[in-house]
């Protein structure tokens, strides 16, 4: 559960040995709910869908603040990683909470960077299978075939294959996924390579319901649920099938490495993310006072059910990052490289009537789609995003037979970023256009020393920076402006022993945040973002693990956090109290304990997380108590036989306490209730957008088979 590292920061990483005792369902999100500085809430236990965007921390912040990057290409975010890549082509995920190098293409690393390395195709012809069954009626076949060396090219290959099937846990409704996975990868002899990873996927998932407080207790108390209901009710639209997501998504990245002299060599890689879909979500009843016509130019009748979309025409990022290094002398490498990336997001809210047995229609088809007399569809049209270049340069110094190692560098971004947004009327087009241009300079320093093969200390220190998704941009009504970039200055100090019987990683942080971005979600995948004033977050992460020792080995991680706000927040006029109060999302101690045991072919894993109580509004009227979650692993791997190489088979529990908990918030609120704002006057109580939560799922348990070729 824990990995040797030697890097002059902090890394906090899982390998595929850990992964192989897992559940083969579940996703990037899953895997790294143990690692001291994340605290992750997850929607299931299928894997299908991973997490809501900014609901996992890191050390006072959220992985919206985090750039997650698969084979050095970045995906959309942490709710959508889970969709780029199956477990079994993982071969390691890395956890830089203090931030990353200068070179990787990181626009959002406030939070730190995740780096997902993928599997290494074999260099000879194999194939690894597994079957899956388990609780809420989830199904998962997976297969894979690599080429091994093709016809002595030194070329290697994969392909993957895998289909999930699981019904919501939740109220009714039916979550689906497909996932392909193609690497190849090559080395030479004069030491250049080139990795490429590709991937599609396709989602079909129910739209997750997230609980109010008062909701959340309503389960809790009395068994009545919020999910989704399985039958069709004109008057209430809560049906599974008109709360839909579909959404089809591509990923390539091929880092490539160049070696052209002795001197000099070249870092090239180029990276593509491309996504599609909807989510459809029902929005009462229509009537012809709402002037409302079909296709036909027909008046819809009265009390007609209407289905609302988010469609998203269009999610595209595409750029490199290029980089000339060389070695100078027997000491130094200099590194001056280029990055480039271009980011663009279309969206629409389109309107249409309900099917008639409930289901939502296709956003595009005619039949159902609603117009106004003017023949304009009843829609909204949104269209953001930046375009992005920065300079960096870096040297990397190593001295006494290097055991002391110092990196420098420097990064310079520039961006230019829109925001175009129009809305049909019966009155015909109006919109808003936005645009800013930004630059931040992002300094880092990084000095590691081997004092002997089993002790190091480290101490980095980096700037970096977040700026608003394009899509979000939006003027606060209490500050009349748009969102700034996040900036955060981050030290760190850190001590590690790695000896014959024991592993330790202890890490010092302080971040000084200026213009902290908070995310609020809306509905129906819909959020916004602000900006919630300057914060301090400083604590200390400590992981330890054990050697083996008559088949047991010991994993623990403690994380202390102070996070504090350090202005106070502009509400209706006038501004709410908020400097020197505890962060919101930003639980105090968190806690992480893993046990495993082996022997011969059996193996059993357990892990426990536990995090102490958070606020979820930034007027601290609203907290979200502390909570435990765990898991078991029960497995043994069959011997070879025959043409089977090696099989194993698992059992994987979850919550086996079945706790009724709430594990996360899909945004904050400034209040929840009236508070007394600094002018004297009170405000208004937030009934519009109310804090939603994320509870964990029911105990689940699930079999699974896997077999290597």
Not at 50 to 66: F, K, Q, S
Not at 295 to 307: C, K, Y
Not at 355 to 364: E, H, L, T, Y
Not at 682 to 692: K, Q
Request: charged fraction near 15%; hydrophobic fraction near 35%; charge should be negative.
């Amino acid at each position: 559960m824990m990995k040797n590292e030697t890097a002059p920061y902090t890394v906090q990483s899982v390998g595929r040995q850990f992964i192989d005792m897992k559940a083969p369902q579940n996703s990037v999100v899953d895997l790294v709910r143990n690692l001291p500085s994340m605290n992750v809430a997850t929607e299931n236990t299928s894997g299908v869908t991973g997490a809501a965007t900014g609901t996992a921390e890191i050390r006072g912040l959220t992985d919206a603040d985090m750039t997650i990057l698969v084979n050095g290409g970045p995906t959309a975010g942490f709710g959508y990683v889970n969709e780029t890549i199956d477990s079994e082509d993982i071969d390691t995920i890395s956890v830089m909470p203090g931030g990353g190098a200068v070179e990787l293409p990181a626009s959002t690393s406030a939070g730190g960077v995740m780096k997902v390395v993928t599997h290494t195709p074999s260099e000879h012809f194999a194939a690894k299978t597994d079957f899956s069954y388990g609780t809420n009626n989830m199904s998962r076949e997976f297969a894979r075939v690599e080429t091994g060396n093709i016809k002595n090219s030194g070329v290697r290959s994969y392909m993957s294959f895998s289909n999930t099937h699981a019904r919501s846990w939740m109220g009714a409704g039916i979550n689906s996924r497909y996932n392909v996975d193609i690497g190849v990868e090559k080395n030479f002899s004069n030491g250049s390579w080139f990795k490429l990873f590709g991937s599609w996927d396709r989602t079909d998932a129910m739209e997750s319901v997230y609980p109010t407080a008062a909701q959340f207790y309503t389960y809790k108390h009395t068994g009545t649920g919020y999910g989704r209901s399985g039958a069709f009710d004109p008057s209430n639209n809560n049906f599974w099938k008109d709360n839909i997501t579909h959404w089809d998504q591509f990923t390539f990245s091929s880092p490539t490495h160049i070696v052209l002299s002795p001197i000099f060599s070249l870092d090239f890689n180029p990276y593509l993310y491309s996504g599609m879909g909807y989510t459809t979500g029902g929005a009462g009843l229509g009537y012809a006072s709402d002037g409302y016509v079909t296709s036909s130019g027909a008046s819809i009748a009265d009390n007609s059910p209407l289905t609302g979309y988010f469609k998203q025409n269009n999610w595209l990022d595409i750029g490199t990052t290029i980089a000339v290094n060389a070695r100078l002398g027997s000491h130094h490498t200099i590194s001056l490289g280029y990055w480039f990336d271009h980011n663009d997001q279309t969206y629409s809210l389109p309107m249409s009537l309900t099917r008639a047995d409930g289901s939502a229609a296709n956003p595009d088809n005619r039949n159902y789609k609603l117009y106004y007399p003017n023949g304009l569809p009843v829609n909204e049209y949104t269209h953001g995003g930046y375009e992005l270049n920065a300079i960096f340069i870096k040297d990397s110094a190593k001295y006494l037979h290097d055991r002391l190692t110092i990196d420098g560098g420097f990064k310079f971004v520039m961006t230019r970023y829109w925001y175009h947004d129009r809305y049909s009327t019966s009155d015909g087009w109006q919109g808003t256009n936005l645009g800013l241009n930004s630059t931040a300079p992002l300094p880092q320093l990084s000095i590691g020393y081997k004092i002997n093969p089993a002790h190091q200390i480290y101490f980095n220190a980096e700037g970096d920076f977040r700026q608003p998704s394009p899509t979000n941009l939006s003027v606060n009504p209490d500050t009349n402006k748009l969102p700034n970039n996040q900036y955060v200055i981050k030290e760190e100090l850190g001590y590690r022993y790695q000896g014959s019987l024991a592993s330790v990683d202890l890490s010092l942080f302080n971040y000084s945040i200026t213009n902290r971005l908070l995310t609020t979600y809306v509905a129906d995948g819909q959020s916004v973002t602000m900006n919630a004033g300057n914060q301090t977050s400083r604590g200390v992460d400590i992981m330890v693990s054990g050697r083996p020792i008559y088949g047991f080995s010991l994993y623990a991680s403690v994380e202390y956090l102070d996070a504090t706000q350090d202005s106070n927040i502009p509400l209706e006029g006038s501004y709410i109290q908020t400097k020197g109060h505890r962060a919101v999302m930003a639980p105090k101690v968190m806690a992480n304990f893993g046990l495993t045991y082996r022997y011969k072919g059996f193996f059993v894993n357990g892990t426990i997380h536990y995090a102490s109580s958070q606020y979820t509004t930034l007027a601290r009227d609203e907290k979200m108590p502390g909570y435990v979650t765990d898991t078991l692993t029960l497995g043994y791997k069959i011997p070879p036989f025959m043409f089977v190489k090696g099989s194993t088979f698992t059992l994987n529990f979850t919550n086996l306490t079945g706790s009724i908990i709430r594990t996360g918030v899909t945004g904050v609120t400034t209040n929840a209730a009236q508070v007394r704002l600094m002018n004297g006057q009170m405000s208004s109580a937030d009934t519009v957008s109310p804090n939603t939560y994320l509870v964990e799922p029911r105990f689940s348990m699930t079999g699974s088979l896997s077999i290597d070729l």
